[in-house]
């Protein structure tokens, strides 16, 4: 009787969708139970997650994810869905997701192999390189360049990891300085405490759009990873709630609708300065776009 007992135990966790423990409960229920969805955002990542002075919570990412709200919103026939914003940093995003802190992280998260281990991924919607960048004045050009330097880059990110496995690979003895923030990295390199600063290029090219004096910083034409995906993130094993997503972004994808997200956000001002990155889409973003498919490499 006490092994028939066990087994009936454990009956609710086979039932369960793989990748999904007993106590967890799977997001849709959530939402639905609940009336709220929790959206994961950076408090500075433009164009993609960012918050103005005035509080708002904006960027690429954050409408895409508004657009996927309106989805689930409709899919579980609710006549209003609470959406709460949660700040959630380079360093622990994936704890936010794990833990069900957040339904879905709205940012610019890359889509690696390892981190598909903790955490799904959506259908990418950027895809950037690792690049570097530094003062104009320094005359840093290459990697080779960086030998005997400091050198920053955020915790928590691939970008470090690319970096310091660079630094073993050549030899460069560079100094790798951790931070806690994209921000913090880059203001080492304006006050010269630090010659570079490696990060995604994209946010990179942001950051330099964003200082009084744009011509002073360099970005490297060298990059330290082939081209990489960014994807909305969310819990590993809630292949329903992964479905609705993607289901929204195959349509906005493959839809008109990106055409004016995409130039709305990287062709255009932007809010709260005026900023414009004037980066056309490119023709490999825009192959991604019309066949949306899982990021497997």
Not at 22 to 44: C, P, V, W
Not at 190 to 199: K, P
Not at 209 to 236: N, V
Request: proline share 5%; net charge positive.
């Amino acid at each position: 009787m006490r092994r028939l007992a066990l087994s009936l135990c454990t009956l609710p966790c086979l039932l369960l969708p793989a990748g999904l423990a007993q106590s967890e409960e799977a997001t849709l229920d959530k939402i639905a139970r609940t009336g709220t969805i929790t959206l994961g955002y950076r408090d500075a990542e433009p164009p993609f997650s960012y918050k103005t002075p005035n509080g708002k919570v904006v960027g690429f990412s954050i409408d895409l994810c508004d657009l996927v709200v309106d989805d689930v919103k409709r899919r579980l026939k609710l006549d209003h869905l609470k959406v709460e914003h949660v700040l959630a940093a380079p360093a622990t995003r994936f704890i936010l997701v794990k833990s069900g802190k957040i339904d879905l992280e709205c940012a610019a998260t890359t889509n690696t192999a390892e981190r598909r281990k903790m955490v799904s991924f959506s259908y990418p919607h950027f895809q950037t390189a690792t690049q570097f960048v530094t003062r104009r004045a320094d005359n840093i050009t290459t990697l080779n360049d960086l030998a005997g330097r400091t050198v920053a880059s955020a915790s928590g990110t691939v970008n470090i990891d690319q970096l310091n496995a660079i630094n073993r690979e050549r030899k460069l003895n560079i100094g790798v300085l951790p931070t806690k923030t994209n921000e913090e990295s880059f203001s080492l390199v304006v006050s010269g405490r630090a010659s570079a600063f490696v990060m995604d290029g994209i946010l990179l090219a942001a950051m330099v759009a964003q200082t009084a004096e744009p011509s002073r910083y360099r970005l490297s034409e060298e990059t330290l990873s082939k081209p990489e995906p960014y994807g909305l993130m969310i819990r590993h094993g809630d292949e329903d709630f992964k479905m609705v997503v993607n289901e929204t972004l195959k349509r906005v994808f493959t839809g008109a609708e990106i055409d004016a997200l995409y130039k709305k956000w990287f062709q255009s001002p932007i809010p709260p300065d005026g900023m414009n990155l004037n980066l056309p889409m490119s023709t490999t973003l825009r192959d991604a776009f019309a066949r949306p498919q899982e990021y497997r490499d």
